[in-house]
């Protein structure tokens, strides 16, 4: 009978346990304010939320204004406010701190709208907003906890509509306006591509970062907007007041810290740019600085002679991470971090307003939604610019022009598909690219939804000299440009394809097709990122398709690759078409797997330029055709000279050499590092195999660790220098052979 009872007792706690255990998944609970939902209201909803609990509880706000306080408790940290529509959902109160707040107003926080306690908390598409008015401080929204995420939201006010009070937040593509020090406190907060409204003039910021903070608000890629001049007052109440102009900011706090990086400001802030608030001893201890801001607002020249202007090596070493890592190397935009001397390119600047397909047309599940597509680009396109949003559901689209100030949004869930391929306007003679622009600017394509190529009907083409396929995403002669999140797959021929253009960001996107190879399905020329240009970034993509993963042409310089996964396709590649030259390329902390090359640059003497200065580190490949492969006989038509896998240094020393004319390829001065690699059954260890009339030079292999069958190949080469490196074949076969190349062997 004792057993029987300890037995039972045993169950009960295990139970118990069972039943009371924190889920780690996160919780959805939902707010509608006609009941609808879980709960009517979102502080009801806030009870209901787990004390301390590790898991994150996502509040989905349906549509409405949800008026009164809300407080949100230090006990109830990662909860997110998720609004369903941003200018439809909002969170607003009416009352600033000089008036008499409700006793259902907490007292310590009279004159807030929200009040955010707690740690790890986020909000998306939610508007935050106090209407008490210009006459008083009135807060939208105050956030006391750390690692705080805003993300697509609208903070609407007049004095102290954000006060960041502690710790550390980050804000990004929010638009936030007020008067009168509207975003101020201690705390140590990024504002990435947000929109910053001035009033009527005032104060920007008024930080009160503590001395021992090196950051307090820093502002990358925003645009600072104002109210016209002179500025009236829109309900008649005050009179025209001609010369309201705005400050950056002043000191509520001797030792604030402000710093705008990449900004553009319109003419409706001060050329002096910043205030000492009345006290000149807050001249010597305020931290202002500025770096390379533009626009009529920009003014280098007469800004207070307290500030500063940074240089591009300070400007650089102030990143997202730098400034929010902290001890836990908190990373809160998701992606990995960028070298600290790396100056990104500009991110699009678009409007907050937003325009649903289905406004604009009949879209429904599985329908073809081109036409009301077409018409949600071309009214946002009219209205200045802004983000079109395709809500979730499976639907058929056929080709789009894209514009100005677009960011085309794809809602989680949300897969479209292209019209198959007998349906698709052009057929296989003209058929348009899908998403398609020339000569735009600020232009994106976001979002954690799928674009389905439905290429498979497409790719047999590839064999047909007559036939043509389109490309998915074709850009040319723009400038900034973003595609963040999105899932791209089955391509008719490349996925993207942008030339010629600037300030282009490619992060988070993840592109599929079956490799070139594959038996039952080949995709041929699905190229992942055909992307030439200046100032490129190529950030954490997840890429295995059936050509590159990677190419740029010449006229490419200033990219860096990084954090990116590769499977299926042809590598990470230069060329070949390099005339216009190519140069400052690095390629960083890459992972490659089954891909038929892991870094190959190519060119030819008909399309060749000078390709130099390319760093080539911190990279894993695995089973791997070829880890490294340099050469300049890509359109050689013997075949001896073709089959680069079995090319001896006997045969590369038959290639005939020719003179140096305008287009004769040059490589030069390239540095692997920090590479671990195999290779499948039967291949080579890499091969750098220059012209007899124009040699590969300065190459450097440093710690640098290849596992092969076959040799590594250097010929016609020059400066190759082999630092701490091994290069491991089978007993019998050399590591390295070569022929016409000088070779430095370091251990």
């Keep these: 009978m004792a057993n029987k009872k300890i037995k039972i007792a045993l169950l009960t706690t295990m139970m118990a346990f069972l039943f009371n255990a ?35 509880t996502i509040i989905h706000l349906k549509p409405g204004v949800y008026q009164g306080q809300i407080v949100l408790p230090k006990s109830k940290p990662n909860v997110t406010f998720e609004g369903e529509l941003l200018e439809k959902t909002v969170l607003t109160f009416a009352l600033n701190t000089n008036e008499p707040n409700p006793p259902d107003v907490n007292q310590q926080y009279k004159g807030t709208g929200v009040v955010i306690l707690s740690d790890g908390f986020r909000a998306e598409k939610v508007t935050f907003q106090n209407t008490s008015g210009d006459h008083g401080q009135a807060l939208a929204l105050r956030i006391d906890g750390d690692r705080a995420i805003v993300k697509d939201c609208r903070l ?22 007020g008067r009168v020090d509207f975003i101020y406190g201690s705390g140590t907060t990024v504002f990435d591509r947000c929109t910053i409204h001035s009033k009527n003039g005032g104060y920007v910021t008024a930080s009160s ?25 829109p309900t008649g109440a005050k009179p025209a007041q001609p010369d309201k102009k705005a400050y950056l900011g002043r000191p509520w706090r001797p030792y604030g810290s402000v710093a705008f990086i990449n900004c553009e400001m319109c003419d409706h802030i001060r050329p002096e740019g910043w205030n000492n608030w009345g006290k000149s001893e807050n001249e010597k201890t305020a931290r202002y600085a500025e770096f390379n801001s533009s626009g009529p607002g920009a003014n280098a020249e007469k800004r207070a002679a307290w500030s500063r202007q940074m240089t591009k090596d300070e400007a650089t070493k102030i990143t997202v991470s730098s400034v929010l890592g902290g001890a836990d190397n908190w990373n809160p935009n998701g992606f990995s971090p960028l070298p600290a001397d790396y100056l990104p390119p500009k991110l699009p600047m678009i409007p907050e307003k937003i325009f649903r397909v289905a406004d604009y047309g009949n879209v429904q599940d599985k329908g073809d939604i081109t036409k009301a597509l077409q018409a949600a680009v071309n009214a946002g396109s009219a209205g200045g610019g802004g983000r079109v949003e395709i809500p979730p559901g499976e639907y058929l689209c056929g080709p789009i022009r894209l514009a100005n100030r677009i960011n085309i949004y794809l809602a989680k869930g949300a897969f479209v598909k292209l019209l198959e391929m007998n349906e698709y306007p052009g057929g296989t003679t ?32 590839a064999k ?15 400038e900034r440009l973003l595609i963040e999140d999105v899932i791209l797959r089955d391509s008719p021929m490349f996925h993207i394809a942008i030339a010629h253009s600037e300030d282009i960001t490619v992060r988070g996107v993840t592109i599929r097709a079956p490799a070139s190879t594959d038996a039952v399905n080949p995709s041929h020329n699905t190229d992942a990122c055909d992307v030439s240009g200046q100032k490129i970034l190529i950030q954490d993509c997840d890429i295995s398709v059936g050509d590159d993963n990677y190419t740029c042409g010449g006229g490419t310089s200033n990219v860096l690759i990084t954090h990116c996964t590769y499977g299926n396709g042809h590598g990470v ?44 580190r911190n990279l894993r490949m695995t089973n791997v055709g070829v880890p490294i492969l340099i050469y300049s006989s890509y359109m050689a038509t013997e075949p001896r000279f073709r089959k680069l896998n ?3 240094a006997e045969i590369a020393k038959t290639y005939p050499a020719g003179p140096i004319a305008e287009h004769t390829p040059v490589y030069r001065d390239i540095v692997f590092s920090n590479i671990i690699a195999t290779t499948q059954i039967g291949r080579r260890a890499g091969l750098i195999w220059g012209l007899p009339e124009s040699h590969v030079k300065n ?34 076969v050399k590591p390295i052979v070569s022929t016409e190349a000088q070779i430095t062997e370091t251990p």
């Design 22 to 56: 924190e889920s780690s998944e996160d919780k959805t609970i939902v707010v509608a304010g006609d009941g609808s939902g879980d709960f009517k209201t979102l502080q009801e909803a806030i009870a209901s939320v787990s004390d301390n609990s590790a898991a994150r």
């Design 156 to 177: 609407l006010g007049w004095q102290d509509t954000l006060m960041v009070n502690n710790g550390r937040q980050y804000f990004t593509n929010c638009y936030i306006e």
């Design 209 to 233: 970062t503590p001395q021992d903070h090196p950051y307090g608000f820093v502002f990358f890629n925003c645009k600072l907007t104002g109210d016209d001049i002179p500025w009236k007052d």
């Design 430 to 461: 003209e058929p348009p690219d899908f998403f398609s622009g020339d000569r735009l600017h600020d232009v994106a394509i976001s979002g954690p939804g799928t674009i389905d190529g439905q290429g498979a009907a497409w790719w047999p083409l």
């Design 464 to 478: 047909n000299a007559g036939a043509k396929r389109p490309i998915m995403i074709r850009l040319n002669d723009c």
């Design 573 to 616: 590649s230069i060329g070949s078409h390099t005339r216009g030259g190519v140069s400052n390329i690095t390629v960083t902390d890459c992972t490659f797997k089954n891909t038929d090359c892991g870094i190959r640059i190519k060119s030819d003497r008909d399309r060749g330029g000078v390709v130099e200065k390319l760093t080539y």
């Design 646 to 648: 079995d090319l001896t």
């Design 699 to 732: 190459v450097l292999l440093e710690n640098v660790s290849i596992t092969a069958d076959k040799p590594f190949g250097v010929f016609y080469a020059e400066g190759v220098r082999v630092v701490n490196s091994k290069i491991v074949t089978p007993d019998g």
